[in-house]
């Protein structure tokens, strides 16, 4: 049903969803102890009402500017808007004020739809950049408007002209150095993304909305793509739920990033170790993973204790947004849950590529998408260069900013900054990020991401980023126990070529100082 939907907006994708299952639950979330439910056809009338209530009160061509928690009404705001032909300007819920309103100045936002969060200093957002504060809690009177406006015949809402291409989104990226760039998206950027991903996964059930949606991975996997499933979205309260929601919602799928997997695969083996059940639970990985290789597939019931802390239902998590150790990939594929990595950034929708399910390459980011193309420039011996993107994700450009926009781009390719390298069955490989790439003086390049996920599977480890100082490979660590941490490296060394040695370990007493989608910020440790 999902690979039917051919459409290029976001109303296409709402008539879509609402004609083939209009009774269907779209978004769930708990209120209290209660399971709150909006079907298709609720969405859409809720989208109809909020569009039009914009669109009378003087929100036309406009940039309307949404930030707070992951919430229905967060998502309600951003079709209502897309749809009206307005630009929705999703705002990083972890930024300081001062940086609430410098993107606010940037972006023009005429609105901005808020929650509580925000209240204390709503006023002083307002002063500074002139928007238009909506409080959530306003929305049942805004509905009912809407609602009011529509039954007097005003439909020049749900009657407005989408263009496809123009742009619908702006997006401000953390990244990890510099000043956050305005990307501008347009809406056929971000369905066509979504629908091209759902060619390689298979969304059977709930899906679980555990990322934060101003960020496009959350927003165009766990919403978007999803709803092209037909599936509900189960959304997650906090992190600090999590578990106890799990158990309630029974997902069968969730979008996720790679602290997230290690914060999973922690909890599995700190329960075990206080069953004292270490020993059994590695004895049936290596039965079950014996039995496997003779066509005998025993790990539904085998592992049934650890899949039914986490509803029952879970069998597949797709992890993007960081370099992933192929090592967790193993161990969840040995308990039953099938774990995809995938490959992606803000400037592609951001979706570049991600493992089949049918033919997960672990190791890989995955198999790159159907319309995209990505070509590796500048390779080095091993094949390694910077890899660069085109396709119907790719972005219009940076807001406002032609010399970055042009500095991105050679010709009709992005340039994403991350080397790695594409096989013949045109699964990419990622190394580690172009500015990152250490050069020694013998000429041999490092990707200091290969050896930090090394460092990383030391236990004792918590934090880490690697770097030259000196001409020397310099760990720098945040543990708890440094002596052990000592020991592990040596033995490390041993196992590595003598030019990736390991021969300085520095070690901190606190985190890395991290951007708002919890990257270290390496300029931060590296340029100290």
Not at 48 to 74: H, M, P, Q, R
Not at 365 to 370: D, F, I, Q, S, Y
Not at 419 to 437: A, H, T
Not at 480 to 494: D, G
Request: overall charge neutral; glycine content about 8%.
């Amino acid at each position: 049903m999902a690979n039917k939907f051919k459409g290029n907006n976001f109303r296409d994708l709402v008539d879509f969803c609402t004609r083939r299952d209009p009774n269907g639950v779209a978004i769930k979330w708990l209120a209290g102890n209660d399971i709150v439910e909006k079907t298709y056809f609720d969405f859409r009338s809720d989208i109809d009402a909020l569009g039009t209530y914009f669109y009378y009160n003087g929100f036309k061509n406009a940039k309307i500017a949404v930030i707070g928690e992951n919430s229905y009404n967060w998502i309600l705001t951003y079709y209502a808007t897309v749809i009206g032909g307005n630009v929705i300007v999703p705002v990083d819920r972890d930024l300081t004020s001062d940086a609430i309103i410098n993107v606010l100045k940037d972006s023009g936002a005429k609105a901005l739809i808020y929650t509580d969060t925000y209240k204390k200093v709503i006023d002083d957002i307002k002063d500074a950049t002139g928007v238009t504060p909506i409080h959530v809690n306003d929305f049942p009177q805004i509905l009912s408007e809407g609602r009011a406006l529509l039954e007097k015949g005003k439909d020049k809402y749900i009657k407005a002209e989408i263009n496809d291409d123009e742009m619908s989104t702006l997006l401000y990226t953390s990244g990890t150095t510099g000043t956050p760039k305005g990307v501008m998206l347009s809406q056929r950027n971000i369905i066509s993304n979504a629908r091209n991903v759902i060619e390689y996964v298979q969304i059977t059930g709930s899906s679980m909305l555990v990322l934060p949606i101003h960020h496009t991975f959350g927003f165009t996997a766990s919403v978007v793509a999803v709803m092209l499933f037909g599936q509900p979205i189960a959304i997650n309260t906090s992190l600090r739920t999590f578990l106890p929601e799990i158990k309630i919602f029974k997902p069968q799928s969730i979008f996720v990033v790679p602290m997230f997997i290690e914060a999973i695969y922690k909890k599995i083996w700190k329960n075990i170790e206080q069953k004292k059940l270490t020993a059994v639970f590695k004895g049936l990985i290596k039965t079950s993973n014996g039995l496997r290789k003779i066509g005998i597939d025993k790990r539904q019931k085998m592992f049934k204790m650890v899949t039914d802390s986490f509803g029952g239902n879970l069998d597949m998590l797709i992890s993007g947004g960081a370099p992933l150790d192929s090592a967790y990939c193993d161990f969840f594929d040995s308990i039953g849950i099938t774990l995809l990595n995938g490959y992606g950034i803000t400037e592609c929708s951001p979706i570049v590529a991600v493992n089949p399910l049918n033919n997960n390459h672990i190791g890989s980011v995955g198999m790159v998408l159907p319309e995209t193309h990505v070509k590796i420039i500048n390779k080095d011996e091993s094949g390694n260069g910077e890899v660069c993107v085109t396709g119907s994700s790719v972005m219009l450009g940076y807001y406002k900013n032609k010399e970055a926009t042009d500095d991105a781009f050679d010709d009709m390719w992005f340039k994403t900054g991350d080397v790695g390298r594409l096989d013949e069955d045109n699964f990419l490989y990622i190394s580690g990020r172009k500015k990152n790439l250490i050069i020694l003086a013998n000429g041999k390049n490092i990707y200091p991401e290969e050896i930090e996920e090394l460092v990383m599977r030391i236990p004792e480890v918590i934090e880490t980023v690697v770097y030259s100082e000196n001409e020397v490979i310099t760990a720098e660590v945040y543990t708890e126990n440094q002596e052990a941490v000592r020991t592990a490296i040596r033995h490390l060394n041993k196992s590595l070529p003598i030019y990736k040695h390991i021969k300085n370990v520095k070690f901190r007493n606190t985190e890395f100082e991290k951007t708002t989608t919890k990257k270290i910020k390496r300029n931060m440790v590296v340029n100290n």
